[in-house]
C-alpha cells in the first residue's frame, strides 16, 4: 500500500543521491569546491592551543555542503581518496609554510589520511613530493591513521619508520573503534592516541573506567593522550582531573577557517584560551 511506495520513494532519492555525489566527486572542478578547516588543539594543564587538526570540507553549489562522513567513503571506494589526500596534504602544507613564514606559531597541524592512502605504495613519495614542494617543516606535520589502516603490522611499521625519520609526527585516531590488536601499540613508533568521541560522550553515562584505562594505558606507553570531541565543561573539567594531555572539541571551537584559527592563536597569546573570552 502507501507505506511500500513511500520506501521505495524514499530509497530512489537515496540511490540518485548517491549517484550524484559520486558523479560531481569525479569531475576536476571538485577541487575548486574542496576547502581545509582547523580545529584547534588544546593542551588541557594550560588551556592553550597547541595546534590544529586539518579536516576537508566540500561545497558544492547544488548539493550545498556534503559531509566527510558522506563523501570520504564514496572516495574511498571511487579511488579518489589518493589524489584528493595528496591535495589535502599539499594544501595544508602550503598554508603551514605560509603561518611559519608569518610567524605564526602552531606546534603542529594534523592531517588525516585515510587506510587506503597509507596503504598505497606511493604515499611515502607523495609525502616526500609535497614537503619538498612546499618547503614546509615536517616537524610541525601530525599525520593521523586510524587503527584500520595498521592491519598489516609489519607494512605499516615500515611506512611510519619512514615517517618518524622525516620528523613527521603519528597520531592514532579514533582509538578504541578499530579492529587491530593491541600489541601494536607498543610495537609501533606512535606520538599520540586521540580518544574517540564516543567514549567521552559515555562520560555523561559510565563511561569513565574505559577512559581511564586508555589514559593510563598510552601514558604508560610515553604517548600522548588526547581526547576527541569534548563539548562541555564537566567533560573538560574530568578529562585534565585524569591528567589527559590534550582535548579537542566543540568546547573550545568548532574547525573554522585559516584566518579564524590564526585570530584565535593571537587572542590567546598573553593569556589562555578562555572559551567564553572570545565567544
Ligand atoms: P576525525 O578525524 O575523527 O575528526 C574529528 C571529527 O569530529 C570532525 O568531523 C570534527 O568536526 C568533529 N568534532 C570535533 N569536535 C567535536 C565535538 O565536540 N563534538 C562532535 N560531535 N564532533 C566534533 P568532520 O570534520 O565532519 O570529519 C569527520 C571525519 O571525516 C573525520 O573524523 C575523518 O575521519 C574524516 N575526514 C575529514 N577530513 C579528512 C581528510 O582530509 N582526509 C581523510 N582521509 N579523512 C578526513
Ligand atoms: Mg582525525
Ligand atoms: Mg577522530
Ligand atoms: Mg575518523
Known sequence: GNTYCFNTANQNMKVNRYYQIEQELRKPILYEQLSVVYQPLINLKNNKIVGAEALLR????????????EFIPLLEELGLIIPVG???????????????DTGVFLERVSVNVSPLQFQNSDFLLDVKQVLAETAMDPHLLEIEITENALLNINESLNTLLALKELGIHISIDDFGTGYSSLSYLKELPIDTLKIDKSFIQSLNIDGEILVNTIINMGKNLNHTVLAEGIETKDQMAYLKNQHCHEGQGYYWSKPVNSEEIVKLKMLEDGSTFEKDAHY
Open 86 to 100: 595528496k591535495w589535502v596534504l599539499r594544501s595544508v602544507c602550503n598554508q603551514m609554510k605560509q603561518w611559519q
Open 58 to 69: 566540500w561545497h558544492h553549489p547544488q548539493l550545498g555542503n556534503v559531509t566527510p562522513i
